[in-house]
């Protein structure tokens, strides 16, 4: 652990969440690969729905098996990256995609995730579900689906989980009740 001792905190919280390749070839922090991939899947995205000339990015790879699979089911996309707040909730977050489903006509909600390997974790649904029901809170008379996208960043292909309405019912009172300790610590 000697070679990590003159570290400053924000770098021992990288070597903690790790490194990855980019496409090309360059060392770089998980954090940042995601970031990357999610403005492309934004960018690509918004070139779908706006048309218009965009400039390609390496990290388009990771992020194309999405909008073909929105395309493929004939999802409406309602907006990338829908600031939401709420203010009895006290919490507020940036939603990665609303689309609709053209047969229901219900909106659902993406995240995207990116890992080594098709994992998801219920802390990825708590965020997913808090924004629901913000959504919900606004007037919607059914609360929206949320769906895990996982992006396996070793074969750039992407792995789908759509949680169940249980799952999510749970998920909120979690939030809910995280959201109510913080305020009681730092009030």
């Given at each position: 652990?000697?070679?990590?001792?003159?570290?400053?905190?924000?770098?021992?919280?990288?070597?903690?969440?790790?490194?990855?390749?980019?496409?090309?070839?360059?060392?770089?922090?998980?954090?940042?690969?995601?970031?990357?991939?999610?403005?492309?899947?934004?960018?690509?995205?918004?070139?779908?729905?706006?048309?218009?000339?965009?400039?390609?990015?390496?990290?388009?790879?990771?992020?194309?098996?999405?909008?073909?699979?929105?395309?493929?089911?004939?999802?409406?996309?309602?907006?990338?990256?829908?600031?939401?707040?709420?203010?009895?909730?006290?919490?507020?977050?940036?939603?990665?995609?609303?689309?609709?489903?053209?047969?229901?006509?219900?909106?659902?909600?993406?995240?995207?995730?990116?890992?080594?390997?098709?994992?998801?974790?219920?802390k990825d649904l708590w965020q997913m579900a808090i924004e629901c029901e913000m959504l919900r809170r606004k007037g919607l008379d059914y609360l929206p689906k949320c769906v895990s996208i996982c992006i396996d960043i070793n074969k750039k292909v992407h792995h789908h989980k759509l949680w169940?309405?249980?799952?999510?019912?749970?998920?909120?009172?979690?939030?809910?009740?995280?959201?109510?300790?913080?305020?009681?610590?730092?009030?």
């Open positions: 652990m000697e070679e990590y001792q003159d570290l400053e905190y924000q770098d021992l919280e990288q070597l903690c969440y790790g490194f990855v390749e980019s496409p090309s070839g360059e060392r770089v922090t998980s954090a940042e690969f995601g970031t990357a991939v999610h403005a492309s899947a934004e960018k690509l995205l918004n070139q779908h729905k706006f048309g218009g000339q965009v400039l390609d990015s390496e990290y388009d790879e990771y992020a194309q098996p999405f909008l073909d699979w929105v395309i493929a089911q004939d999802h409406y996309i309602v907006g990338t990256e829908v600031p939401i707040a709420d203010g009895t909730i006290k919490t507020c977050g940036t939603i990665d995609v609303i689309l609709k489903d053209k047969e229901t006509g219900e909106i659902f909600i993406c995240d995207f995730k990116c890992r080594k390997s098709k994992q998801f974790y219920d169940s309405e249980s799952e999510q019912l749970k998920a909120i009172q979690i939030v809910k009740h995280i959201s109510k300790l913080y305020w009681l610590l730092n009030m």
